[in-house]
């Protein structure tokens, strides 16, 4: 805490005060640099090697046979998965990871676990492979036998049992009763599903999430066989290819045709369906007799929407089927290759259709981000969840007129104030970790981060932001992308490098704050000299550059009314025949910067007080009244202990 002990103390602060004002009044002195500032590169810092080079693929895939029976008594899967691994890394492999994990996702009563029974070679030798396992971040490693080259190719098969997770609301589970017609067994991340390897982490063997999503798969053909009890509906990534009733059980066989990056299925007795064809895509969607009332022709209806609009906005999906299945979760939906998943939970949440639809545009829109354009979900978790989120809110623009429709509260707003109420920095470019230290990974994933690709949106034009997305996709389809990707195709269509948005706008802890650091009017030459700065700068390892609306107030209504960049410190002489009363930044539901309220949406200085003398500069009449003040002061002290003595 910081005490007054004496006079002399008080004097300090009276004189620094005025030094500190006074050296303010310098700066507001300086000469006037009147440089019209435009978008543009700033200070980039990011080195474009730093990204790491994730993929020699060219063209070809691993393949896996995977085969699994339901035991619906005691929800395990007995399985075998079948590898045909192809190494398109360009390093030697001795052992390969797999996640198996069932064993970290939540459950009530018995927790979900892969036991791997075997691992053998699948030549006619079917010796036996060597594997280890780590429970703690739930991997498995298979040591081969030889060592597998770049662009080689290495066979063997595991023979596996997985558990389900009973009762919890997770990825995968058995949930539900059957005397109510609402049991269903979900199966996600239940078998042994290959790492990534890439140059930046190595191989990722990161555990099971709570907080975002762990996937993070390179793409690969499947063949997907399934065994359920007889009278099951079943709905799995591909289409069904076969289905043969063997006595209490039915076999299914299941090819998503092209390569996706993980396989799921459901399955449940009580399944109504609904199902319609568009562009060649078989569309069903699968719910309990409970949701009927809202599910029926509703769903299915919004699925085909998202679909046309994405293949159109994106490109195209290639797949033959695309299925909305009903799950028990506490998250709003989960996405799989060609198939999503969607709470049930909404049957009792108010606007019940509202959320279904944006749940479903949502989960399909993963479809492109996620599932045909991969990425690191750990590293660059943002990534596809910001894009997903964006596009959700373009179905929005799209089918209902607003890009707000879906958005509950409206991004700008929360995005705007978040520093204010949560007191964190809010950098979208972080790993999934970062984002879960610093609190902000739903925040900054599903808020920020779709916000900023509408404000690129904005920035450099929609033809041109939905020419890049094309080029984005029609580039990375089948393979692995980063923000960098992002970057560089948009700047193809944009034409020159976009440096100036993207490192500010995804790698700056704060937004904007900006401030008035000069504005007064020189009567004589008739002209406003005005210097904006940002607070957040020295914050911040980027120079925002944004356009913001200036609007000029004078005697008789507002005088002048554009919209000026602002990058960084900014300044502008404006010629003005009449002397302005006020000047404002006007935010207005565009600008990004940083609010305390979502209701004041700007900032604005008043001219009306002279700032100078005709003669004295303010500093010299402060000079006056200060020292003046300091000895009044002084001969009061003096007179006080005077009186102590007596
Ligand atoms: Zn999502």
Redesign the pocket.
Known sequence: MFIIRSKYHLYCIIISFYLCFNGFLYIDQVPKFSNETIAGPNNPKLDANENPKLSLNGGEYSHYNLSVQLDDLTSTLTGVLKVDFYNNDPVNFTKLPFHIYLSGMAFISRSGIIDIISVNKSDISKKSLAYDEYPANQTMWVHLDTILEPLQRVQFEINFSATLPDGGMDRSNSHGDDFDHSRIYKCAGFYPTPCVYDSYDGWNTDPYLWVG?PFYYDMAYYDFYITVPKGMVVAATGELVQKIDDGDFTHYYFDPIHPVREVTFSASKYFYYDSDTVNGVNVTTYYLPKSQFLWENNAINYAIQALELFNETFGEYPYPTLNIVQEYTHHG???YPCQVYITESLDEWDYPLFWLESIIV??T??QWW?NLVGNDEVDWGFL??GL??WLTSYYGEINYGNWEFFQYPPYIDKVRTYYTFEGLSSKINASVYDAVNASNYYYTA?TKAPLIFEKLRRSIGNTIFLTGLRLFYSQKVYKIALLSDLQQAMESVYGSSLDWFFFPWFDNFYLPKYNFLECSYDGNQQILNLTINDLSEPLNDYIYSQQVQLLIYDSSGLALDEWMWINGTTARTISLSNKPKKVRLEYGDEVLVQLYSEYETYIEKELEKPDKISGYGISILLLFCLVPLIYIISKFSINQKKKSKI
């Open positions: 999503d939906g989960m996405e949502h989960e829109g993963h996620y596809d969840e997903v989120c599903y």
